[in-house]
T-cell receptor, first 116, second 114 residues
C-alpha cells in the first residue's frame, strides 16, 4: 500500500525566517510524482510545488523548495522568508500513474503558523 | 478562467437522509475526482469520473455514488447518511492522463450530519 507520513502535526515560524516541513512516503513504484498542497482557512487546496521522481534536481518555486531524497523516500518542503499569508495546513501528496491510477494519496497534514 | 466550483458550500442533514453535492470542473478539464476530508485528516479519494464513467474508486461503500454529465460537471450522492459522513467534500479536476501536473481543487462542501 502507498502511504504518506507527515510527522509534524503543527509548526510555527517567525515572519521572514525559514521553516522546513517533513514528509516521508512508501511505495514500490518507480515512476511517481510528489506534491505539496497548501490549504488556507478558505479550504481550497492550492498546489505549491511538484516533483517528478525520475528527476534528480530538486524543484523550486520562488520561496518554496523541496529536498527530495528518493532512496530515503523523503520529500521535505522548505519555505524561505516566511510570510503571514503562508499560515495554512500543508499536505504532502503522492501519485503514481503506473497501472492507470490517478488518485492522490495525502498525508495527515502539518499546520503551519507564521507569527509576526 | 473559472476554477473548480462546488455547491453548496455548507449543508446540514439528518442521519438516514440522502445528499447530492455538485461540482463544475475548471475550464478545459475533463476529469473529476471527489475526496472526503474528515476533520484533522488529509483528503481520502472517493472516486474519479471521466467520459461519464466511474474510472477509479477508493475504499468507500456503495452508499457513495456519482455521476458525470456531458459538460464534465459532476455530482456526488451519499445515501443513508451516517454521523461519520460529516466531512469536507472536495472536488478536483484535471485532464485525463495529466493529474501528475497537479489537480485543481474547489473550496469544498462542508457536510454536517446530525
Amino acid at each position: 500500500a502507498q502511504t504518506v507520513t507527515q510527522s509534524q502535526p503543527e509548526m510555527s515560524v517567525q515572519e521572514a525566517e525559514t521553516v522546513t516541513l517533513s514528509c516521508t512516503y512508501d511505495t514500490s513504484e518507480n515512476n511517481y510524482y510528489l506534491f505539496w498542497y497548501k490549504q488556507p482557512p478558505s479550504r481550497q487546496m492550492i498546489l505549491v510545488i511538484r516533483q517528478e521522481a525520475y528527476k534528480q534536481q530538486n524543484a523550486t518555486e520562488n520561496r518554496f523548495s523541496v529536498n527530495f531524497q528518493k532512496a530515503a523516500k523523503s520529500f521535505s518542503l522548505k519555505i524561505s522568508d516566511s510570510q503571514l499569508g503562508d499560515t495554512a495546513m500543508y499536505f504532502c501528496a503522492f501519485i503514481s500513474p503506473e497501472g492507470g491510477s490517478e488518485k492522490l494519496v495525502f498525508g495527515k497534514g502539518t499546520k503551519l503558523t507564521v507569527n509576526p | 478562467d473559472a476554477g473548480v466550483t462546488q455547491s453548496p458550500t455548507h449543508l446540514i442533514k439528518t442521519r438516514g437522509q440522502q445528499v447530492t453535492l455538485r461540482c463544475s470542473p475548471k475550464s478545459g478539464h475533463d476529469t473529476v475526482s471527489w475526496y472526503q476530508q474528515a476533520l484533522g485528516q488529509g483528503p481520502q479519494f472517493i472516486f474519479q469520473y471521466y467520459e461519464e464513467e466511474e474510472r477509479q474508486r477508493g475504499n468507500f461503500p456503495d452508499r457513495f455514488s456519482g455521476h458525470q454529465f456531458p459538460n464534465y460537471s459532476s455530482e456526488l450522492n451519499v445515501n443513508a447518511l451516517l454521523l461519520g459522513d460529516s466531512a469536507l467534500y472536495l472536488c478536483a479536476s484535471s485532464l485525463v492522463g495529466g493529474p501528475h501536473y497537479g489537480y485543481t481543487f474547489g473550496s469544498g462542501t462542508r457536510l454536517t450530519v446530525v
